[in-house]
């Protein structure tokens, strides 16, 4: 079947701009994960999401960063008045729910912010 | 917070093994996990270990001692395909914490 998908894979943008990341996790799993992976570095985690809801969003840096899951698949990672710093590769992770261990990761976003 | 660590780097022959290890000091945890990533690319799974032991699944095989905070990941019979990025995470509750990740070079 089809793995977690993300788009765009590469994304260039000026600083001061808004930005959206999308992601669709596997079919019927219910938990969707957002980690941001800076060169040299492994990822780090940014938010969960259990269905519509997001369970743990304290790996967001600041208010800049905001992610929404409505319907509890396709989720939209939001960086508004993006800065040099945010640039890196996002990844997307899901799984089949809580008590599932294995999360299946997305090709990821690179973002460029010049 | 989380402190995991593991080598930057590692070189090897084809045919060899390899042993990666991971000290990891974390508040919780709820397994361990090995992840293979090509340069370019999204992680894979390779590994879980939530009990004290060796996990082998064919080349690859996991050891977790959880009182002694350690782990590592023995790859043997290396192949060229596997010269690769490997990231040791520890799961706390529902997240990953990953290392920033050993950058294997395996040589002919």
């Known amino acids: 079947g089809a793995g977690v998908s993300q788009t765009p894979s590469n994304k260039v943008t000026e600083k001061g701009k808004y930005v959206e990341l999308r992601c669709d996790p596997i079919?019927?799993?219910?938990?969707l994960y957002w980690y941001r992976q800076s060169l040299g570095q492994g990822p780090e985690f940014l938010i969960y999401?259990?269905?519509?809801?997001?369970?743990?969003d304290s790996g967001l840096p600041n208010d800049r960063f905001f992610a929404v899951r409505p319907e509890g698949s396709v989720s939209t990672l939001k960086i508004q008045r993006t800065e040099r710093g945010d640039s890196a590769v996002y990844l997307c992770?899901?799984?089949?729910?809580?008590?599932?261990?294995?999360?299946?990761f997305g090709p990821g976003t690179r973002l460029t912010v010049t | 917070g989380q402190n995991i660590d593991q080598p930057t780097e590692m070189t090897a022959t084809e045919g060899a093994i390899v042993q990666i290890n991971c000290t990891y000091q974390?508040?919780?945890?709820?397994?361990l996990f090995w992840y293979q990533q090509h340069a370019g690319e999204a992680p894979t799974f390779l590994s879980y270990?939530?009990?004290?032991g060796l996990e082998e699944k064919g080349r690859f095989s996991s050891f977790l001692s959880r009182s002694k905070g350690y782990s590592y990941l023995l790859l043997k019979e290396l192949q060229m395909k596997d010269s690769a990025s490997y990231l040791c995470?520890?799961?706390?509750?529902?997240?990953?914490?990953f290392g920033a990740g050993t950058t294997v070079t395996v040589r002919a």
């Open positions: 992770a899901s799984s089949l729910g809580d008590f599932s261990y294995e999360q299946y």
């Open positions: 079919s019927g799993h219910t938990a």
């Open positions: 999401f259990q269905g519509t809801g997001a369970a743990d």
């Open positions: 974390t508040s919780g945890f709820n397994g």
């Open positions: 270990n939530v009990l004290d």
């Open positions: 995470a520890v799961r706390t509750d529902y997240k990953l914490s």
